[in-house]
């Protein structure tokens, strides 16, 4: 095959960009019949299936700018599968739907289906379906599915008075590298940053998980910087951990993509209960700690990050008193019978403002 | 609640935004936990599932001029839903992905929803997800999910020399009423017909399959360009025929979205075989005489309808010689051993350009 990267979608027919995309996509150990028919079929031992679906427009979700295709097929691929995760299932099979101006490389369309399979490939999660279309802008849609095991779904509605508040993945990190990211591009136009020449095309690491070097290397001028992009790039949900909670009786479960305080009162209002916060200096001190530095030298407080900062895509779970939490689960307070929906802020950061994304009004 | 189907969405929170769209959508008799969650959950009785995923494009794959952003809903409902039928699978859920400009009115993604609804609610198929994000151009991305019920999936692989090839549903409509409506618009600026006052917020007529009214009453003055315009914008697929022809023995199958010659042509190569066209006078003799007196008023031959129109999402499909071929199929031509992916045009079309539909590439 000739080297045909660096021509854009519109020089291929629908056909062949399918016949360069399709190969880069793993078959899920659930998978029965591939992409390539009308559809795929998909085992689902369990009698049932779970499914989500997520749409990520350039320049609201992600920018190009901030880093490689790559990224941005790992980053649809791993918020998706989180809230596979959050219902306490195991993740078996996504289709992609893709929105491409036909300007796009057909290397940056490869890239990205390298960066779904960097996320599903190791979980054994099919890529089973994939539909390309023109348009005017970059869209990822993406749909995931689950199995259960048998396992009674995990609803964010179960939380009772008395349950403990508790947490798996990183918080915060993510929001801190979208500030570092933020910092790094204020001056440039948004034009300029999407099209720029190294990122169009992504970088093609050995190690599959480092797309991101090129773009680090001009902005980032510490270790935490870069950690920090790295984890809203890519960021790792705690896969397991839901299974594991839903076996260990979690009466709650959801994954925190807007931020704490905005997805506990989620979870509070479907439960109808109040979730109070643990003074983040007993709950979240080592997090506290390793964010201070980044956030003193960017100006703000780490406790935002904490508290309001989304898209780490941990899972944020209720448990019975008393109940031994989970490996990966940290308590981070109790639910109590009260106005449904309330979230009472930590003592040590009482005036956080209970503010998350949203993709309409801000 | 007050009527606030005229604010632009950016007037709402997403979650407000989801508290309006949501409740218009349908349970399904697989539902299991409806959307709402951090995922859903649906039956899949048969131990596995048939999935496929499509996206369709503001001024690519429609226009907001063209119909109601009911019809919008119902047809991408209805093309997505025929893939499900064409591996002979029943179709249980959907889950769809939007992406809205900030001046979208409310009533238009409301409409939307019933448009859904209007297709799924009757097949008991259920919206079991949707994802609502704000950019720059209309996306609508569904995903569909059926269930085998017990039978094998009928690829576009199986066809072998000597089978009957047969479809079913119509031929030809869509790509009438697309060339109705293109004569129709082709004065407008885009821009103008797609921010048009009362298609915008669509007609919510008692009869609800009917969205189309306003539009037609202002560019048709024939049933049959009537006619041909809702059989673009509103396709009805021969769902049931898909499980029949699989029962039946259906040995190949695949739905026509890019036209019979380029769909045919698709599942010679995948089977390995060529295909021979009927004389369009025996096997489309009707369709041939009903779409006469449009394709000449408007100065083209309605061979090119049947043979490169697509969008009807009729099934195709091979069965065995001397089969009886199952109630709604209707005999096209026939398979042999030859050039894989050949497709011989019927003797009284020689000259038919075997061009379909191509998103990137024209």
């Given at each position: 095959m000739t080297d045909t990267s660096a021509l854009p979608v519109s020089a291929l027919s629908e056909g062949e960009l399918l016949a360069r995309f399709t190969p880069l996509l793993p078959r899920g150990r659930a998978t029965l019949v591939p992409t390539g028919d009308d559809a795929a079929v998909v085992a689902a031992p369990d009698g049932r299936f779970v499914v989500s679906t997520d749409v990520l427009v350039e320049d609201h979700?992600?920018?190009?700018?901030?880093?490689t295709a790559r990224d941005v097929g790992a980053r649809a691929a791993a918020q998706n599968l989180a809230d596979i995760a959050a219902m306490g299932a195991v993740p078996t099979s996504t289709v992609v739907g893709l929105v491409l101006p036909p300007a796009t490389p057909v290397g940056w369309v490869e890239d990205l289906a390298r960066g779904l399979a960097d996320v599903c490939g190791p979980l054994a999660v099919g890529v089973d379906g994939g539909d390309l279309s023109a348009g005017e802008r970059l869209v990822v849609a993406v749909t995931v599915h689950g199995d259960l095991e048998g396992r009674d779904p995990v609803l964010r509605s179960g939380a009772r008075p008395g349950d403990v508040l508790a947490h798996a993945g990183t918080i915060g990190r993510a929001a801190a590298g979208l500030a570092v990211l933020a910092t790094g591009t204020e001056d440039d136009d948004g034009a300029a940053a999407a099209g720029s020449?190294?990122?169009?095309?992504g970088t093609e690491d050995?190690?599959?998980?480092?797309?991101s070097g090129t773009l680090l290397a001009g902005i980032a001028d510490a270790d935490d910087d870069a950690a920090a992009v790295v984890a809203f790039l890519r960021p790792v949900p705690p896969y397991a951990a839901g299974p594991a909670a839903a076996d260990a009786g979690a009466s709650a479960m959801m994954d925190v993509s807007d931020g704490l305080l905005r997805d506990a009162g989620r979870l509070a209002r479907a439960s109808g209960v109040e979730i109070v916060l643990d003074p983040l200096a007993d709950s979240l001190a080592d997090d506290l700690a390793a964010l201070a530095p980044l956030a003193a030298r960017l100006g703000t407080a780490p406790e935002a990050w904490l508290l309001t900062?989304?898209?780490?895509?941990g899972l944020l779970a209720t448990f019975p008193a008393g109940a031994p939490l989970p490996e990966g689960f940290r308590r981070l307070g109790t639910v109590r019978a009260g106005g449904p929906g309330v979230v009472t802020a930590p003592q040590d950061a009482p005036?956080?403002?209970a503010v998350g994304w949203d993709h309409f009004r801000r």
């Open positions: 979700h992600f920018r190009r700018g901030w880093g020449g190294p990122l169009a095309t050995a190690d599959g998980a480092a797309g900062g989304g898209e780490d895509h005036h956080a403002a």
